[in-house]
């Protein structure tokens, strides 16, 4: 009779190790969930267009990827625009809010968010390949759906924790907790109104802000052009000119 009751508590436990799925396995659903790395990896570059609405202000945000590595982002507000841009080697801004209307270099702290963002496919694309590291730290519930929680160590030792939908695989939310001169700062991010453009499905509403204020940003995606014509030079640090057209 042991013997028996032995063999039969083997064959349950069979299944749920049959089933149980692994980092790179929920990786690849949500990979997959997006319209799968071969489309993913067809689209050369990138133009989203969105609109935030802050304090009676519309602001337009613009961001243009390009392959290799390459990312310009920018806020236009009553006609002024604030730029910030990363070509894959260098990154640079120009904030006329801040009182500086040249372009100025960005120090390695501060380009962190723009070489996350310059990477097309995404950080969890690939992650290995890029010196990141993942793992599946459980299950955890994002305003009353179920999701993996993923977190993604980066190659920079900066760390975003990913909520999958259980169901759809696809992110609903994003912690992302960066180191800043020396300062660690936080901040979550959700994603809804997913919609899909050219094969591939993106989040048309996102909202930021710090980790735990319910007090969020929230971004409208307005347009996403895929493929489109974006000369490099979007992407290089202007040229200033000196006084008298010299530069």
């Not at 064959?11 to 990786?27: F, K, M, N, R, W």
């Not at 935030?52 to 507000?77: S, Y």
């Amino acid at each position: 009779m042991r013997k028996i009751l032995t063999i039969a508590l083997l064959v349950l436990t069979i299944p749920c190790v049959s089933h149980a799925q692994t980092v790179d396995e929920i990786i690849a659903k949500n990979i997959q969930a997006h319209g799968g790395a071969e489309k993913t990896k067809s689209i050369t570059t990138r133009r989203i267009t969105g609109k935030i609405n802050a304090d009676g202000l519309r602001i337009t945000i613009i961001q243009e990827n390009k392959r290799p590595d390459k990312v310009r982002e920018e806020a236009r507000i009553q006609g002024m625009s604030q730029i910030q841009a990363y070509d894959g080697k260098s990154a640079w801004q120009v904030n006329p809010f801040g009182g500086r209307r040249d372009a100025e270099l960005l120090s390695a702290d501060d380009l962190k968010g723009l070489q996350v963002d310059a990477d097309m496919d995404g950080p969890l694309m690939d992650y290995q390949k890029k010196g990141h590291k993942a793992e599946l730290v459980g299950h955890d519930s994002v305003e009353g759906t179920d999701c993996y929680k993923i977190k993604l160590t980066l190659k920079n030792g900066d760390i975003r924790t990913y909520y999958l939908d259980a169901d759809s695989f696809l992110e609903l939310k994003l912690e992302t907790q960066t180191t800043i001169r020396g300062t660690i700062q936080e901040s979550e991010t959700y994603f809804g109104d997913y919609e899909k453009v050219d094969g591939l499905y993106f989040p048309f509403s996102v909202e930021q802000g710090r980790k735990g204020d319910s007090n969020r940003q929230i971004l409208t995606v307005e347009k996403i052009e895929q493929n489109p014509t974006i000369a490099d030079t979007r992407f290089e640090i202007p040229v200033t000119k000196a006084p008298g057209g010299a530069k």
